[in-house]
């Protein structure tokens, strides 16, 4: 019997809570789980607010969990107190910021910059570095001519990348890519991207990658999850994803998406109504005052994610009729 795989991360009843007031807690990640298995890709998608940058900011522990679990490899690292273990893991788990331009110290050459891990962890001696470095810049792309420049003499695109090369300059085995390309231009999106997926071929590595595009989620995805309003609503591989969408946002979201398929138009649905405050949301769908689909259960009763087809899940109490619905809500002129 083959051994079965073991997830390299997974995230349990995850919450991360603020407190905004007398009495007022806004729930900015509300019981998220997941898995990873080692070298896929799970792509987080939602839209600005919804709480996915929070869920990469607690797994690297920028900020603390109210509640839930995050095991590497099996252990809870969100209980892990030895300063030891907790500096490995900074090796292990790594991160690529959204903006290069702020996550880069603007004191600090590119040199300087690739070379703090190494001589943080005492990984490499400083008779050594020059030729870690060049195979480290090799690697990604860095000319060694950048080396003795600062962040703020490169442009967007050679600044993300040096992003990434400070991320794998120790080694990880799992990286949180925070909206990595939203700030770029197409083109030098596609190469950004193009470089993190050659380099998870080559390495082995995990990527969270979070987006609010699914054009770019598919592209790099092999599974999706996507988040509103602090929850995770749907996940499904990609393919899946794209082709039996079945919570309404979700098909919301794809319905967005530009098309250049003049012959099989799909029709954009606009949502209306606005999105609830995440300040002591009710028990009940947090997407019903927005969906065509809505009926009295859902204002009364918060619906589990429960799964719809082999490693398909949907938070939706029609889940199994939301195809349907959405054709007639296009047939009626809802969208």
Known sequence: MAEEKKPLIEVKNLKKYFQVGSGKTLHAVDDVSFS????????????????????????????????????FEGKDIFKCKNRKENLQYCKEMQIV???PYSSLNPKKTIRSILSEGYLIHHTVSKKDLNDVLALLSEKTGISKDMWDQYPH???????????????LSMNPKFIVCDEPVSSLDVSVQAKVLNLLMDLQKEMNLSYLFISHDLSVVKHISDRIAVMY????????????????????YSIALLSAIPKVDVENKVSRI?????????????PVCRFANRCWMSQPICFEQEPELKEVSPGHCVKCHFAEKSRELMIGAEKTGLN
């Not at 080692?38 to 797994?59: P, R």
């Not at 309003?229 to 309404?248: M, N, S, Y």
Request: hydrophobic share 35%; proline share 6%.
């Open 36 to 71: 990873l298995e080692k070298g896929q890709t799970l792509g987080l998608v939602g839209e600005s607010g919804c709480g996915k940058s929070t869920v990469g900011t607690v797994i690297m522990r920028l900020q603390d969990p109210t509640s839930g679990e995050l095991l």
């Open 97 to 99: 910021f959204q903006d």
């Open 153 to 167: 003499e490169l442009d967007g695109g050679k600044r993300q990348v040096v992003g990434i090369a400070r991320a």
């Open 229 to 248: 309003l602090g929850q995770i609503v749907e996940t499904a591989d990609k393919e899946t994803l794209f082709a039996d969408t079945r919570h309404p």
């Open 270 to 282: 606009v949502l209306k109504g606005d999105v609830p405050s995440p300040i002591n949301p009710k």
